[in-house]
C-alpha cells in the first residue's frame, strides 16, 4: 500500500493551510478587541453568524475518531454506527429548543458557571476539575493520537513529526480566541465535506468497478446487495454488535442521555452558540442538524464498501494489523487510493478535522481554567489582559500534556471512537442528571447535585465490573445483557448509561424532597414556556430533519 503523497499533493495541502492561516490572521487582525477582552476572546460574543456557529460545531465535532473509528465500525457492523451521527441531528433540535434559552437569558457562558449559580460553589468548582481532567486527559490526547496515526498512515510522515504538527497548527488558531475558530471552521468544514465527499465517491467507484459497471448509485447498490446485513440499524439482541448498539435503546433509551449530554452540557460544544442571541444560535444549531444527516455519508459508507471490497479478496493485507484484521485500517486503505490531487484533498479534510477539533477543545480547556479556576479561585482582581494570557499559556500547556499522555493510555489497543465513548460514559449520566434536574426542577437542591455526581461515577463504575462478580445471563432474556467477546454476559454501554441516569434523578428527586428548604429554594431558576416558542423558519427546519431521520429509520431498519 502506497504511503507516501505526491508533490502535487502537498501542494494542495499548502493551498488550505494558507487558506486557515491566512483567514484566521486577517479574522484576528480586523477584530483586535480579541487579543484583550476575555468574553470576546473566549465566545467571540455576539460576532458569530448562525453559519458560522453550525459550521465550527460540526467541525470541532468531526475528528479522526469519526474519520478513522466510525469508517472502521462501518467496516465492522455496517449503517448502524450511523445513529451517533442522526440522533445527534434530532439531539441539536431539542438542545436549540430548551437548553439554549435557558442559557442565555441567565447570561451564562461556562458550564461551571451554570452549576455555581444553579448550585454552589462546591459543585462547580469540583466539576471544572473533573472537565479540565476529562478534556485534556481523554479528549484532546485521543484526538491528538488518533489524527497524528491516520496522517502517519497516509503520508509516512513520522508519527511525532505528525503530533507535534497538528499541536502547532491547533494552537496556532486557538490563541486568536473563539472569533478565529469559529471563521476557520467554516474552512476546515468546506475542505473537510468536499475531501470526505471525494473520498466516498471513489469508494462507490471502486465497488461498482470491481462488479462490472460504473456510477456511484449501482456501487450503493451493490453494496446493499453484496453486504445487505451491513444496511440495519437496530440490532436484535443475538448480534454480536448488540452491546455496541443494544437494539430499541438507540432510539429510546441511553443514546438519548449520550447525545442531550454532549451537545447540550459540554463546554466543548455550547461554547460556540453562547456567545450569540437566541435567534442566531437556534439557527447554527440547525444548521448543525442538516450537515449531520451529511455525515454518515462522509464517514460510515467508505467503511462498508472498504468491507463489501475485502469480502471479494480486496486490501487482504491492507486491512491487517499484527496479524488479525483490523477495520480502523479501513479509511486509510481508501484514502491511499484516491489519484494524485484528490489525496491531497483528501488528507486536507482529514487534517482540517483534527487540527478544528484540537483548536475547539482547547479553546474550552482555556476558559474553564480561566474563567472557573483562575479568575474565580486564585486571582479574583485579575484584568481582561491577565486573563486571556492565562488562557493562551493554558492551550498550550494542556496541548504539551496532551502529547507526553498519548502513548500512556492505551488508546490504539481499546479504538479511538470506544476509548471516548466509555470513558465520558461513566460521568455523563450523573452530570445530565444534574443540568436536567436543574433546568427544570427549582426544589433540586445541592446535596441532590453532589449525590449525582458522586452515586453516578461509583455506580457507572460498579456496572462495568458486576460481570466479573455475578452472572448476568438471566437478563439476556429481556435484552439487558449479552455476551462479550469472552462469553462473560455484560450490560451494554448504552443501557447501563440509561441505568445509572434513572438511579440519579430517583436519588436527587428524594434527597430533594427531604429538604424543608427546597420548597422556597432560591437557586431555582426562572423558566416559562414562553423562553422555549420558537419562530416558523426553525419550526419549519426542524420539522424537516425530524422527516427525514423518520424516513431513514423506516427504511433501513
Not at 213 to 231: K, P
Request: net charge positive; with cysteine.
Amino acid at each position: 500500500m502506497q504511503h507516501l503523497l505526491h508533490r502535487i499533493d502537498y501542494l494542495v495541502f499548502l493551498v488550505y493551510f494558507v487558506i486557515v492561516a491566512g483567514y484566521g490572521y486577517y479574522i484576528y487582525q480586523r477584530k483586535k478587541k480579541a487579543s484583550s477582552d476575555s468574553k470576546d476572546f473566549f465566545l467571540a460574543e455576539g460576532s458569530l453568524t448562525w453559519w458560522a456557529i453550525g459550521a465550527s460545531l460540526i467541525a470541532s465535532n468531526i475528528s479522526a475518531e469519526q474519520f478513522i473509528g466510525m469508517s472502521g465500525s462501518g467496516f465492522s457492523m455496517g449503517l448502524a454506527i450511523s445513529t451517533y451521527e442522526w440522533m445527534a441531528a434530532a439531539t441539536l433540535i431539542v438542545v436549540a429548543v430548551f437548553f439554549l434559552p435557558i442559557y442565555l437569558k441567565n447570561k451564562i457562558y461556562t458550564m461551571p458557571q451554570f452549576l455555581e449559580r444553579r448550585y454552589n460553589q462546591t459543585v462547580s468548582t469540583i466539576m471544572a476539575v473533573f472537565w479540565l481532567l476529562l478534556y485534556v486527559v481523554v479528549n484532546l490526547t485521543s484526538i491528538l493520537y488518533l489524527g497524528a496515526l491516520a496522517i502517519n498512515k497516509i503520508s509516512g510522515i513520522n508519527f511525532y513529526a505528525c503530533m507535534v504538527a497538528l499541536s502547532f497548527f491547533a494552537v496556532l488558531i486557538t490563541l486568536g480566541g473563539m472569533k478565529v475558530i469559529g471563521y476557520t471552521d467554516v474552512i476546515q468544514v468546506f475542505f473537510l465535506i468536499l475531501g470526505g465527499l471525494a473520498t466516498t465517491y471513489l469508494a462507490l467507484q471502486l465497488v461498482a468497478e470491481h462488479f462490472g459497471t460504473t456510477g456511484v448509485l449501482n456501487g450503493f447498490s451493490l453494496m446493499r446487495e453484496h453486504a445487505d446485513d451491513h444496511f440495519h440499524m437496530i440490532f436484535k439482541k443475538e448480534s454480536p454488535h448488540y452491546l455496541d448498539l443494544p437494539g430499541l435503546s438507540i432510539l429510546v433509551g441511553g443514546m438519548w442521555i449520550v447525545n442531550l449530554n454532549y451537545w447540550g452540557c459540554n463546554q466543548y460544544i455550547t461554547q460556540r452558540a453562547l456567545g450569540a442571541d437566541l435567534k442566531t444560535a437556534r439557527s447554527g444549531l440547525l444548521f448543525a442538524g442538516f450537515l449531520k444527516l451529511l455525515m454518515p455519508v462522509i464517514v460510515v459508507l467508505p467503511g462498508i464498501a472498504a468491507y463489501v471490497l475485502y469480502q471479494q479478496g480486496m486490501f487482504q493485507d491492507a486491512m491487517m494489523k499484527d496479524g488479525s484484521l483490523n477495520p480502523d485500517n479501513a479509511y486509510p486503505v481508501l484514502l491511499n487510493l484516491l489519484p494524485v490531487g484528490l489525496k491531497g484533498l483528501a488528507f486536507a479534510a482529514l487534517t482540517a478535522a483534527v487540527v478544528a477539533s484540537l483548536a475547539g477543545k482547547a479553546n474550552s480547556i482555556s476558559t474553564i481554567f480561566s474563567l472557573d479556576i483562575y479568575k474565580k479561585i486564585y486571582n479574583k482582581d485579575a484584568d481582561e489582559k491577565k486573563i486571556v494570557g492565562v488562557g493562551r499559556t493554558t492551550v498550550i500547556v494542556a496541548m504539551i500534556i496532551a502529547i507526553v499522555l498519548s502513548n500512556f493510555l492505551g488508546i490504539d489497543k481499546k479504538g479511538g471512537f470506544q476509548f471516548i465513548q466509555e470513558y465520558t460514559g461513566f460521568v455523563s449520566p450523573g452530570v445530565f442528571a444534574m443540568f436536567i434536574m436543574g433546568f427544570f426542577w427549582k426544589r433540586t437542591t445541592s446535596n441532590a447535585a453532589m449525590f449525582a455526581m458522586i452515586a453516578g461515577l461509583l455506580l457507572s463504575f460498579l456496572l462495568k465490573f458486576l460481570p466479573g462478580w455475578v452472572d448476568l445471563q438471566p437478563l439476556y432474556a429481556i435484552g439487558w445483557s449479552a455476551p462479550n467477546a469472552a462469553g462473560v454476559y455484560e450490560i451494554a454501554f448504552i443501557d447501563r448509561m440509561a441505568i445509572v441516569f434513572a438511579v440519579c434523578v430517583i436519588g436527587m428527586v428524594i434527597i430533594s424532597l427531604a429538604d424543608p428548604k427546597s420548597k422556597t429554594n432560591p437557586k431555582g431558576l426562572d423558566v416559562d414556556s414562553s423562553m422555549f416558542k420558537t419562530a416558523m423558519p426553525f419550526t419549519i427546519g426542524a420539522l424537516f430533519i425530524i422527516g427525514i431521520l423518520i424516513a431513514l429509520y423506516t427504511i433501513y431498519w
